[in-house]
């Protein structure tokens, strides 16, 4: 059943049951599947990975508005969901602090964040949480791992998506709605938009954790609770504390994750070097934590100890399994296709670049109003208006932060002030006209 194009609340859509294909198993399709799920439609997840749970990704998360949000419209599990940060504050070279700002932010960890959606959306179990007991009002979870989709096919009033798996078994499902929150990399809109590209930004986030106790009195007293940044010429790097194994919150036990922006210029041996794997394998994206080539990495302590400030050297030096993920942009032209039988949300929709701090909030800000929108609670109209001018807005401002911070050599209150723009919540955003227009 595709969607109504009238600019009024979906009314229809309330009072038939529905079934959603989503197609990627990550934070953004399991944001999806639970909102559509908690309004009685069935759910079928799509995940291409070959094992059932993804793999820890060693990653923290600023939990913004939207997530803070998505967690108590759906999470059921009775557990903390992050570690409060309540100082930003900016370090020189020599680890002093030049700037302090009192602000209060939340920081969890994405596999904190995956581990508490699967638990509520199709009850898997876990260290990190109690399964939440079935809402028998709740429609129908399915979650479907190594299931790489191929082709799309209208048919009737659904859509039928084909998907093969990495054993060369091939099938199909069906469902009214296929929503795409599989990344900056869709599958989805490699289909329906061939020609848009995810491109690389010309620098790297190298990334990692270290266990809090495993830090000294100085790095503690710097990221425990405060979330430090400090910039130099073609460098960023920030650091704040995340849960820790299983989720933990107990001090002691939590991580100190750093992000670290530099520079490798497109083409370059450096480049090269750095996301070329222990195996030997280029890696396109991602250096996944555990596989980066120690003799590369061991070239990126050496500069990190010569250009960053103690507090950050040491958090960098000391992290056991150090990723790396290459800088993207990828903005899709629009956020439905085939008369509202295809719906692009998340990344799949806009990549931003992770100065935004904004990605998981935008896959649960898209889930949330999307759901409403099928619900009648907001127009069609309403609907694009606010996802579209989100993605196009935040993807620019990624763009513009990351000019500016890695090849223009700025006074630090600039910076100052990009991030603090850059933590208005959504709703106070004011869209200009070229962000909206659909």
Same mark, same amino acid.
């Given at each position: ?18 079934? %959603? ?31 059932p749970?993804?793999?820890d ?6 939990? +913004? ?61 876990s ?9 028998? &009002?709740h429609?129908?979870a ?5 299931r790489?989709?191929? #082709? ?15 054993e ?22 490699k ?28 790095a ?27 989720g ?8 100190i ?14 480049? &090269? ?6 195996d030997?394998?280029?890696?396109q ?6 596989v ?9 302590r050496?500069?990190a ?5 103690p507090? %950050? ?20 032209p ?19 670049r ?29 609907w694009?208006?606010?996802?579209v001018?989100?993605? #196009?807005?935040?993807?620019?401002? +990624?763009v513009?932060?990351?000019v ?6 700025l006074?630090?209150?600039e ?7 850059a933590?208005?919540?959504? &709703? ?11």
């Open positions: 059943m595709a969607i109504s194009s009238a600019n009024q609340p979906a009314e229809s859509q309330g009072s038939k049951k529905l079934h %959603f294909v989503i197609v990627g198993g990550s934070l953004g399709g399991l944001a999806s599947g639970l909102a559509l799920k908690a309004l009685g439609h069935d759910t079928t997840i799509l995940e291409r990975n070959p094992v749970l993804l793999q990704q060693g990653a923290g998360i600023v939990a +913004g508005g939207d997530t803070l949000e998505l967690f108590k419209r759906y999470n059921r599990c009775e557990r903390p969901i992050a570690v409060s940060s309540q100082r930003r504050q900016y370090l020189d070279k020599d680890g002093n602090v030049i700037h302090k700002e009192e602000m209060v932010q939340n920081m969890t960890s994405w596999d904190l964040a995956y581990y508490l959606m699967r638990a509520n959306y199709d009850g898997i179990e260290p990190y949480c109690e399964v939440p007991e079935p809402v028998p &009002e429609g129908k399915t979650h479907l791992h190594d790489q989709v191929t #082709r799309l096919e209208e048919e009737g009033d659904g859509i039928r998506v084909y998907w093969k798996t990495s060369g078994e091939e099938g199909s499902t069906f469902g009214d709605i296929l929503i795409g929150a599989d990344g900056p990399s869709s599958t989805v809109r289909i329906l938009e061939p020609n848009v590209e995810r491109k690389y930004a010309g620098y790297c986030a190298l990334r990692g954790t270290l266990i809090e106790s495993e830090a000294s009195e100085s503690r007293e710097a990221f425990s609770h405060r979330f430090t940044f400090f910039h130099c010429p073609g460098v960023q790097i920030l650091a704040y504390l995340i849960p820790g194994k299983d933990s919150v107990e001090p002691g036990q939590r991580l994750n750093f992000v670290y922006y530099t520079n490798f210029p497109e083409g370059s041996a450096e480049l &090269e070097e750095i996301m070329t794997d222990k030997g394998r280029r890696r994206i991602t250096i996944p934590p555990g980066i080539n120690q003799d590369a990495w061991e070239k990126q050496k500069i100890r010569e250009r960053l400030p507090q %950050f050297a040491e958090i960098v030096c000391g992290t056991k399994k150090p990723f790396v993920q290459a800088v993207t942009d990828v903005l899709t629009q956020n439905e296709y085939m008369n509202g039988k295809i719906v692009l949300i998340g990344d799949a929709l806009a990549g931003f992770p100065h935004t701090v904004a990605s998981t909030s935008q896959a649960a800000f898209d889930a949330m109003i999307y759901a409403d929108y099928i619900s009648g609670k907001v127009s069609r109209e309403e694009k208006r606010q996802t001018g989100f993605a #196009r807005y935040i993807h620019k401002r +990624g513009d932060m990351g500016r911070s890695q090849h223009e050599d006074p630090l209150v910076h100052i002030n990009d991030r603090n723009r933590s208005v919540p959504r &709703e106070q955003e004011v869209y200009p006209d070229w962000a909206i227009a659909v």
